[in-house]
């Protein structure tokens, strides 16, 4: 019997990318978006314009779902974190609930703080002292004491399947200029995420999800990467694409701190951004075993073809992005 998984917010990049992940793997996809918005051209996914906080619609419309999948992203200010992010997982939950579903959610390394170790596993402490870490470390306390069963994923910066990440907004917003914008220095290693790997990850957590306890968190390892392991990604397709000459290099820059923390007093996302630089200055990296004990190994496309995957997400390469498959998961 085909199950069903119900994601809330589909519309936004992760949800969408999810969506997919789900539909490849078999499973009849619903795809909660607010009630008048755009529909995305995929017809495998059945839209449903109800808004978040009617539960009894969302029940109705999702009989059966047997996963809810947590898609749900705020605006990228401080403001926007404290009205929203609360009430939001308090409607996920509330759904999962009515449905007797699973809710899985994406999770980050905001938990963790400045302090945090170089590798990072599920029992590693948190102590975040930022906005969003304290935010996180009660949104997972607000699913882990809800009564409903509940999976966390943790994953780092996101990567692929369109904008609104560190990567096309700054890293590659000039590339097809020959301009690589880094917001670390050279030898921090830090944590990322392909969305295609981590979607396919959900579904994967999700075939298993009769072995889990109550409450479960997962670590996505990804990549943990320095600013020359991008370079080594990127020049080539840059020079593909004729962005550069072949055998050149990229400009190399270093992003403006100072602007931005004097344009912070004026600029919400600015003071945002600024609040998480320590994740550019630590470096750090997700371990997987708990992960991996449960699905095998988990999935991973190479650098250089997700980052060319990316950047065709983006319109910015004429190049075909690559088909890399997983096994479907069972569900």
């Known amino acids: 019997m ?61 009989h059966g779902a047997a996963v809810v999948v947590h898609a749900l992203n705020p605006a990228y200010t401080h403001q926007a974190w404290r009205a929203q992010v609360a009430p939001m997982m308090k409607a996920a939950i ?15 390394v905001y938990n963790f703080g ?38 966390v994923i943790r994953a780092g910066d996101f990567f692929g399947s369109g904008r609104g990440s560190w990567f096309d907004s700054v890293i590659v917003r000039a590339i097809h200029k020959g301009v690589f914008t880094y917001p670390a220095r050279g030898d921090v290693a830090t944590a990322w995420a392909y969305l295609p790997d981590l979607a396919r990850t959900f579904v994967a957590v999700a075939g298993k999800r009769a072995q889990l306890r109550p409450f479960e968190v997962f670590h996505f390892a990804g990549y943990s990467i320095t600013e020359q392991q991008w370079l080594d990604a990127l020049e080539p397709l840059a020079q593909g694409q004729g962005w550069i000459k072949p055998g050149a290099h990229v400009k190399r820059r270093s992003l403006p701190w100072p602007l931005l923390r004097l344009g912070a007093w ?29 699905i095998g190994p988990e999935p991973h496309t190479p650098l250089a073809l997700a980052a060319q995957a990316a950047l065709a997400d983006l319109g910015l390469t004429v190049l075909a992005p690559p088909q890399v498959r997983t096994p479907p998961a069972l569900a």
């Open 266 to 294: 004026f600029v919400p996302t600015w003071a945002a951004l600024v609040e998480m630089r320590y994740l550019w200055r630590t470096p750090h990296a997700l371990a997987n075993d708990k992960l991996t004990a449960l």
């Open 114 to 151: 400045a302090a945090m170790p170089p590798v990072l596993r599920e029992e590693t402490p948190q102590a975040a002292q930022t906005v969003k870490g304290q935010i996180r470390i009660a949104m997972e306390a607000q699913l882990q004491h809800a009564g409903v069963r509940g999976v």
């Open 2 to 62: 085909q199950a069903t998984v119900l994601i809330l917010g589909a519309r936004g990049r992760f949800g969408l990318a999810a969506g997919r992940a789900f539909a490849d793997a078999g499973w009849r996809v619903l795809g909660q978006i607010r009630p008048g918005a755009a529909v995305p051209a995929d017809p495998r996914i059945e839209w449903l314009g109800i808004d978040l906080n009617d539960t009894p619609a969302l029940r109705a419309a999702a």
């Open 94 to 108: 509330a759904v999962t609930r009515a449905l007797d579903a699973t809710l899985m959610v994406p999770g980050n």
